[in-house]
Nanobody
Framework: QVQLVESGGGLVQAGGSLRLSCVASGSIFRLNAMGWYRQAPGKQRELVAAIPSGSSTHYAGSVKGRFTISRDNAKNALYLQMNSLKPEDTAVYYC????????????????WGQGTLVTVSS
């Protein structure tokens, strides 16, 4: 059993910044690939940024240069620093993780957080 809890969303004006946090808890042996997704009203959920392995990062073209994804393995935490926010960034942001569980049988679970709302006003 693994849980993800996001925080840090809120209201911000265009050009402003927010920092999202995601903390994982439960029977975790190791967090593997992690990422942030977002879903705007009436649109499909899309990948924003990801850390598919310990030393690699990936960004959607729409956020490259503005957002920075990072993780703190000791804290089982994932972060998304969002700068130069635009109204188009308005969405519910979801944390996603692939976790190898501590308990038997050894297996990898994909887990989603509950989401945190980011609203960017023009």
């Amino acid at each position: 059993q693994v849980q993800l809890v996001e925080s840090g969303g809120g209201l911000v004006q265009a050009g402003g910044s927010l920092r999202l946090s995601c903390v994982a808890s439960g029977s975790i042996f190791r967090l593997n690939a992690m990422g942030w997704y977002r879903q705007a009203p009436g649109k499909q959920r899309e990948l924003v940024a990801a850390i598919p392995s310990g030393s690699s990062t990936h960004y959607a073209g729409s956020v490259k240069g503005r957002f920075t994804i990072s993780r703190d393995n000791a804290k089982n935490a994932l972060y998304l620093q969002m700068n130069s926010l635009k109204p188009e960034d308005t969405a519910v942001y979801y944390c996603n993780a692939h976790a190898t569980v501590l308990t038997m049988p050894v297996r990898e679970l994909e887990v989603w957080g509950q989401g945190t709302l980011v609203t960017v006003s023009s």
